[in-house]
T-cell receptor, first 113, second 109 residues
Framework: EAGVAQSPRYKIIEKRQSVAFWCNPI?????LYWYQQILGQGPKLLIQ????????DSQLPKDRFSAERLKGVDSTLKIQPAKLEDSAVYLC???????????FGPGTRLTVT | QKEVEQDPGPLSVPEGAIVSLNCTYS??????FMWYRQYSRKGPELLMY????GNKEDGRFTAQVDKSSKYISLFIRDSQPSDSATYLC?????????FGAGTTVTVRA
């Protein structure tokens, strides 16, 4: 079974630029999550989708972050404009459904200079 | 106050030692208690989970939960260099996970 795929693996941008991350979950997984993991901290949930609907986006900074999951499969997370404090690893995870085990991708390491 | 507190370490032990990792949490409504392992440049992977007070064993790993004290622990027996990683506690209420900061463990050969 293929795992969660993410791209790119690394990205360096300047502040105020925009950036987008892509996630392909495990086939058949209805629930998809985006987490932000700042160095030295645990992952923090940004947004959670069930199929193509948003379940929880309470910690997503909506003035600059957006996410979509068209057709209930792949997802993209966008930051526009980026700030220095957005430097982090962005992890995508998927699960069969709500409350099932979450499987994480390798993450995208973002550096904002 | 953070929902989950975890000592970030780092922790360095010789091969064969017992590793002891701990977390405390603040909300008694939390339902499930998990430990994840995260190797460098990788995503977290689930090691163990439990939902009741007491001990749960899986090979060299033992997870312990004390709901009355809001305290969870992970013990690794006979530690190996391959156990070197960051260990994250995570606690779930409803469908949402709250993670600790993670403890980085190095097992020296």
């Amino acid at each position: 079974e293929a795992g969660v795929a993410q791209s790119p693996r690394y990205k360096i941008i300047e502040k105020r630029q925009s950036v987008a991350f892509w996630c392909n979950p495990i086939s058949g997984h209805a629930t998809l999550y985006w987490y932000q993991q700042i160095l030295g901290q645990g992952p923090k949930l940004l947004i959670q989708f069930q199929n193509n609907g948003v379940v929880d986006d309470s910690q997503l900074p909506k003035d600059r972050f957006s996410a979509e999951r068209l057709k209930g499969v792949d997802s993209t997370l966008k930051i526009q404009p980026a700030k220095l404090e957005d430097s982090a690893v962005y992890l995508c995870a998927s699960s069969r459904s709500l409350n099932y085990e979450q499987y994480f991708g390798p993450g995208t390491r973002l550096t904002v200079t | 106050q953070k929902e989950v507190e975890q000592d970030p370490g780092p922790l360095s032990v010789p091969e064969g030692a017992i590793v002891s990792l701990n977390c405390t949490y603040s909300n008694s409504a939390f339902q499930y208690f998990m430990w994840y392992r995260q190797y460098s440049r990788k995503g977290p992977e689930l090691l163990m989970y439990t939902y009741s007070s007491g001990n749960k064993e899986d090979g060299r790993f033992t997870a312990q939960v004390d709901k009355s004290s809001k305290y969870i622990s992970l013990f690794i027996r006979d530690s190996q260099p391959s156990d070197s990683a960051t260990y994250l506690c995570a606690i779930r209420r409803d469908y949402k996970l709250s993670f600790g900061a993670g403890t980085t463990v190095t097992v020296r050969a």
